[in-house]
């Protein structure tokens, strides 16, 4: 996500949702306890570690996973509140990606940014080039906003979407943020401003496509192989209606949703893909789906970002999750024997650390993990490679002394001075307890004196962490993030690497 970009928090969760409230009492702390159980763990894991031997053969399919924001403290967050939402301390849980044979660190900084936006950092990951801010597969010599189509096309860099489309692989995109978003778009897009995402958001008279027109009119062999986009982001692809609402969108403020040219682009995808494509814009029609009579399916779920996790499972009838999305696709792609590309983005982990809200994030993070679970036990690993990494990371910290199983959402409490003694909210100078989790900026900053948590319930899902930095919106961090991968050529990802070298690792698994 961009900058400065507020987030939308959705209502309160309500009964389906108080399973994702942890701040009932702390578990026992249960795991290895006795001290040869930790040795004898350091033992096992060199045994697994020496039976894993690389596969080298080419991959039918890759499936890259990106939890957009998920730097390595939102992923550690995440897999301690996984474990205690099943009633564990946390911290030895492990989300399904973290059982992948081989991971390394990616190096987030563009072409001109020390840290980066959503939009170079997927043009590296789907390109293989480092673009400049806010750019999306084109390079950076690209001048910015530009709106000569014949230039744009000339510094346009192919994605691996297209590649993938050449070579004869069917193609797909999943994501929870609109399917016009920097990182969905990255597959296929090809713009100097990843604003443009429909022609209300362009410069008058700009000839080059927006994003949603792009997705619809791409070239043939991407338009035969693109069997699968499924997102939010429905008001880009619709004509503006004379009495439309007024849209409160979380990035670009009050605005009416819909197109000024007047196309349907809806209905443009259906015509343009003939017998068998589908359209979709509720989970009742997705579930209704039946995939052996569909070749293309394109599910827009909300006019702009799909709903936070928690937010979604209080109206189940109302959009799918990010698993079921995953799983739908990988079953329509699964029918090309060709094989398959499928990008799939957790695209509402960054809004919620955009607005401070770690909850909201950290459960967009647990179904990312869900998703990849999916994708694990429909594919095989001797032929699909699967890479989950992120674009960038968020300023959120983990902090405090706080004890084993201390509840991840709530104030710190540290280890007792005196063993068997209850726990107790550790202090601040001032003698205020602080959260484990918070932010270097953001709108959770308050003004004047901390305010006293004693009597509030840090793990409500609309609290906002506290900030050091008063921002409207909190900002991208510039640290490292990791990837994780399995199957062909999964050996590739080691070490520390540049991000624009994933592109390279998922070309040469597929032997392009």
Known sequence: MKKNTPVVAGAAAVLCILSFTTAAAEPAVRGPEKVQDWYDAGQRFIRESKAVKPITGRAKNVILFVGDGMGVSTQTAARILEGQLRGQPGEENRLSFETFPYSALSKTYSWDQQTSDSAPTISAIMTGYKTREGMLGVDHLTPRNDCDAANVAAHSVETMLELAAEHGKATGVVTTARLTHATPAGAYAHVPARDWEADTHQPAGCGVKDIARQLIEVSPAVRKSLKVALGGGRSAFLPRQPDAATVDDPEYGPVKGGRTDGRNLTAEWLSSRGNGAQYVWNKAQFDAIDLAGTEHLLGLFEPSHMRYEADRAQDQAGEPSLTEMTDKAIRLLSRQRQGFFLEVEAGRIDHGHHGGNAKRALLDTIELSNAVRRAMELTRESDTLI???ADHSHVF???????????????VKDVPEVDGNPTAPAKDQKGLP????GYQ????????????LSAVDTTEL????EAAIPMESETHGGEDVAIWARGPRAHLVRGSMEENWIFHVMRNAFGF
Request: glycine residues 16%.
């Open 441 to 452: 900026n953001g709108p959770g900053h308050r003004e004047g004196p901390r305010t006293d």
């Open 434 to 437: 602080y959260t484990t989790l």
């Open 462 to 465: 609309d609290f906002h962490q």
């Open 397 to 411: 910290t983990i902090a405090g002394y706080p004890h084993r199983g201390n509840n991840i959402l709530g104030v």
């Open 387 to 389: 890479i989950v990494t």
